[in-house]
């Protein structure tokens, strides 16, 4: 265990590191400072959209060390691997500032720093003896468990049923609502799946099953690493033990946990001392994952004593018109943390409310601003096109595309979803895990001449012996198969060989597996690109067993093989979903389709919680705006349907979330045509549709 950082005094005012802070981000920082270690009361920041969250996390981190709390004794829990690095840099160049470290130094390491799913992965393995769990085991990702479930859902029955019986995909995606809300399967299925009700027994079976391939075959999914962890820190023994391995626990966009991250919260710290969460209410926008607004919102009573509360309020990011129009739309919110953002950046030019007759010409207004924002000296990637749902951007794209106007859109096919790399991780699973039945049934069968049947009664031998090399080596390949079959069994006994020292184990794969991709790829040369990148962060871990974890968990975002041409531009503009947009700003933000049936979705109307997060996401899509906010409302929507009918189209009014008593904070730009630059007048009485009037008028 390193020694502790001693207690310092800071230095005089003028060199204080803290005196870049707020009021209220300071307070937030030194929080119950003078404290005895993991005495600090429970602490809720409700940190406002660009109001520096980040920056009072990392300052508190680094003033808690300087006061003498333990690296080692920090949890810090973010969601994404990028996060909790970034925090950990920070902190470490506020801690260099402090204390006058040079570069040379070592850094200030935070060694449990990281998502909720990858600490939990790192105390199963460590607590797997005490929990029941065989500490080899490997972590299937969202792809390998929909291939599980819909294995198990074949083998019993579940096939064949006369009626429509859900899909893999949707059998994971019932199963993992109810372990993350903690809700009844029946609950779960009436208020989300209702079309499902009907199979709630056999789901029931289905899903139990299902936990059983997973034991049989030692293998955890996503929602497994919470569920146990829950489980551990709500244990009478194990939980407070878990609990005094910290002093300190930090949980970044609390918003954004579900009923399990919380109960993991509850469990380990039960009187919420040293606990510190930073958040958004107004940014909860993923109950589709399972998150739950009511953590956030009801964190101050969750503890046996009530926790403190500072709201971070200013605004680093956005002009006072955009903050008073997004201040107008959550105010109108059922429930939250009252907090009114303000700022010290003065500006004179209003959000636009841009009502425009189609999406057709939606397109082109969108794309004449853009290219008027980069004439007036505004890059391309300093503007972006936010939209509730991918197929938003449809008519957009074609436009900028006729246009030459490159753009980049956040989406597509993710690593870990690339054949080639699921491959290559399936042979490295199999290898730790023969037990894997999933992941030995991918690799048998990228060998020549061996398919499904063989590849079962393999695995079926595999699983019937106690030693996997001995039953790999006495296994009867088919003929044709036998030089690549040998070639396979002297790999697998290599990676089984107690003496290989990682990263040697993917070059072997790598070595391997090559001639096979250029076999049934034609592109292979493009994908080939991916397996280097892959060894290259492989090289980043210590272990085969932590480099699977991590891969899984926190996988990069995109692969070679997708992603179409090099973007040779010097410039493009980033179209994303409002999801996607969550974190990031730009100096211009126009947002597409603000309409009813769109923000909100006719998908989420069933119910008040369902519209208060659509509210939110309009909000969240605001305030990613720093200069300029243009919402535009097309009139009008084309509705493709089946060849043979037609087009049709349907007419959509103003988002509810923008009242009449709102327009005041807003520019109006009423039917504006795009062609025509800087046409912004209301609407003339001639063409004024006055609904009610012509309603009596056809009665006279």
């Keep these: 265990m390193p020694a502790v950082v001693p207690d310092i005094a800071l230095p005089s005012t003028s060199d204080d590191p803290f005196a870049g802070l707020n009021a209220e981000q300071r307070a937030a920082v030194e929080h119950d400072i003078d404290c005895a270690p993991g005495a600090a009361r429970p602490l809720l920041v409700i940190a406002g959209a660009g109001s520096g969250k980040t920056n009072t996390l990392a300052h508190r981190v680094a003033r808690l060390i300087t006061h003498g709390a333990d690296p080692q004794r920090m949890l810090l829990l973010t969601f994404s691997r990028r996060a909790a690095n ?37 105390l199963l393995r460590e607590y797997a003896g005490r929990i029941g769990l065989d500490e080899a085991f ?21 096939t064949q049923t ?13 199963y993992s609502r109810v372990v993350n809300s903690q809700q009844p399967l029946d609950l779960v299925l009436q208020s989300t799946f209702p079309w ?21 075959q030692n293998v955890l999914d996503y929602d497994d690493l919470l569920l146990f962890w829950s489980d551990m820190a709500s244990d009478p023994e194990l939980g407070p033990e878990l609990g005094n391995l910290f002093d300190h626990v930090l949980v970044d966009e609390y918003q954004d946990t579900n009923k399990l991250q919380a ?5 380990m710290k039960p009187t919420g001392q040293g606990v510190m969460v930073v958040g958004d209410d107004a940014q909860s926008i993923y109950s589709f994952r399972g998150a739950t607004v009511r953590n956030i919102l009801d ?65 082109r207004w969108v794309c004449n601003r ?31 595309m006729r246009r030459n106007i490159p753009f980049v859109k956040f989406g597509g096919l993710k690593f870990l979803e690339a054949s080639h790399i699921k491959d290559v991780l399936a042979v490295l699973r199999f290898a730790q895990n023969p037990a894997g039945r999933l992941a030995g049934f991918r690799v048998a069968q990228l060998i020549p001449g061996i398919g499904p049947a063989t590849a079962s009664r393999l695995l079926d031998a595999v699983g019937q012996s106690a030693e996997p090399v001995a039953a790999l ?32 184990d993917i070059e072997l794969v790598k070595s391997w597996y090559v001639p096979h991709l250029e076999r049934m790829h034609d592109d292979a040369q493009v994908r080939i690109a991916d397996i280097e990148q892959l060894v290259q962060l492989a090289g980043g871990h210590g272990s085969r067993e932590t480099f699977l974890a991590e891969i899984t968990l926190d996988p990069p975002e995109a692969t070679s093989d997708r992603a179409g041409p090099p973007l040779l531009d010097e410039d493009y503009l980033i179209l994303s979903t409002i999801h996607s947009s969550k974190g990031q700003e730009w100096k211009s933000v126009h947002v597409l389709n603000v309409v009813d049936g769109c923000i909100p979705s006719d998908m989420a109307t069933g119910h008040a919680d369902d519209i208060e997060e659509e509210r939110r996401l309009l909000y969240v899509a605001m305030t990613r705006a720093k200069e300029h906010l243009h919402l535009v409302v097309p009139n009008r929507f084309f509705i493709k349907q089946q060849a043979q009918m037609g087009d049709r189209h349907v007419y959509a009014a103003r988002t509810r979330f923008v009242t009449p008593a709102m327009l005041k904070h807003f520019e109006e730009c009423v039917w504006v045509n795009a062609e025509t630059a800087h046409s912004r007048k209301p609407m003339p009485d001639s063409v004024r549709m006055l609904v009610r009037d012509r309603a009596r008028n056809a009665w006279k």
């Design 162 to 174: 006369e009626k429509r019986f859900p899909l893999k995909g949707t059998c994971l995606a019932i």
């Design 299 to 363: 964190f101050p009573r969750q503890f046996s004593q009530p926790a403190c509360q500072i709201t971070l309020d200013r605004n680093y990011r956005s002009t006072q018109p955009i903050l008073d129009a997004s201040n107008a739309v959550i105010a109108g919110a059922r429930e939250r943390h009252a907090k009114t953002l303000w700022t010290d950046k003065v500006s004179n030019a209003l959000p636009q409310l841009v009502l425009i007759p189609d999406e057709a010409e939606q397109a």
């Design 473 to 504: 080596a006495a296994f009867t390949a088919p003929t044709k198969s036998l030089a690549d079959w040998q070639a396979f069994v002297a790999l697998y006994r290599a990676l089984r060989a107690p003496g290989l020292r990682w990263p040697a």
């Design 86 to 122: 970034e925090m950990t840099q920070r902190a470490g160049n506020v801690l260099h500032r402090i204390l006058g470290r040079s570069s040379a130094q070592a850094p200030i390491t935070l060694p449990w720093a990281g998502t909720f799913h990858s600490i939990g992965a790192r």
């Design 370 to 400: 853009i290219l008027e924002h980069r004439e007036a000296g505004m890059t391309l990637k300093s503007q972006a096109v936010l939209f509730r749902a991918a197929s938003h951007s449809a008519a957009l794209e074609l436009e900028l």
């Design 138 to 158: 490997t972590i299937h990702d969202r792809g390998d468990s929909e291939d599980l479930m819909g294995m198990v859902r074949h083998d019993i029955g579940l």
């Design 196 to 216: 499902c009700s009907e199979w709630e027994a056999q789901l029931k079976t289905l899903f139990g099953a299902y936990v059983d391939a997973k034991a049989e």
């Design 263 to 267: 109960a993991i919260l509850i469990g």
